[in-house]
Nanobody
Framework: QVQLVESGGGLVQAGGSLRLSCTAS????????MGWFRQAPGKERELAAR????????VYADSVRGRFTISRDNDKNTVYLQMDSLKSEDTAVYYC???????????WGQGTQVTVSS
């Protein structure tokens, strides 16, 4: 089992910045990737950014590329999402997701609300 705990959401004005954190615990050695997904009201959950742990390669959605940066701290088993130049359309619940290759399943955090006021 893997547990994910998120923090860092909140209310920010358009053009501002926020940093989200996601700390993993448990069988973290089984993890293949960690990432951030978001779900706006009435919409499906979508990928924002993903980091592949073996290679340290990153993938970004077109809508956030150049504004969001995903990074990690191996010592703390933590993944961050630095969000800059925020737009009102970035408003959503952000979920940390981690895929365990060893268990063949996706884990989710509880979600954190990000609201960008225009």
């Amino acid at each position: 089992q893997v547990q994910l705990v998120e923090s860092g959401g909140g209310l920010v004005q358009a053009g501002g910045s926020l940093r989200l954190s996601c700390t993993a615990s448990g069988r973290t050695f089984t993890l293949y990737s960690m990432g951030w997904f978001r779900q706006a009201p009435g919409k499906e959950r979508e990928l924002a950014a993903r980091l592949f742990l073996p290679s340290d390669s990153r993938v970004y959605a077109d809508s956030v590329r150049g504004r969001f940066t995903i990074s990690r701290d191996n010592d703390k088993n933590t993944v961050y999402l630095q969000m800059d130049s925020l737009k009102s359309e970035d408003t959503a619940v952000y979920y940390c997701g981690a895929y365990s290759a060893g268990e063949g399943r996706q884990y989710w955090g509880q979600g954190t609300q990000v609201t960008v006021s225009s």
